[in-house]
């Protein structure tokens, strides 16, 4: 069992930042891959970005040159740090971490963009 803890939404302006984290209650090394996921009002959740045990990452092309996926094992965290933030990227942020064949989730931090 995986809980996932995820945290750092809010509102900012267009062109701000913020950084979620997202923290598990045990170590990363059982984790296969991690990803943050958002889902917007009436739309579908969409992956946002992805990164296995070996830092492979992946993005979507939405997000690419803006955002940026890490982890730190050594304090079970997960990152996403995104810039240049536009109004279309305001959606519930979740987190998430895959043990085959299970994929856990985070309860989900609101990002508010302004125009």
């Known amino acids: 069992q995986v809980q996932l803890v995820g945290s750092g939404g809010g509102l900012v302006q267009a062109g701000g930042s913020l950084r979620l984290s997202c923290t598990a209650n045990r170590s990363f090394r059982s984790i296969n891959t991690m990803g943050w996921y958002r889902q917007a009002p009436g739309k579908q959740r969409e992956s946002v970005a992805t990164?296995?045990?070996?830092?492979?990452?992946n993005y979507a092309d939405s997000v690419k040159g803006r955002f940026t996926i890490s982890r730190d094992n050594a304090r079970n965290t997960l990152y996403l740090q995104m810039n240049s933030l536009k109004p279309e990227d305001t959606a519930v942020y979740y987190c998430?971490?895959?043990?085959?064949?299970?994929?856990?989730w985070g309860q989900g931090t609101q990002v508010t963009v302004s125009s």
């Open positions: 998430n971490a895959v043990i085959i064949p299970v994929t856990y």
């Open positions: 990164i296995t045990t070996g830092g492979t990452t």
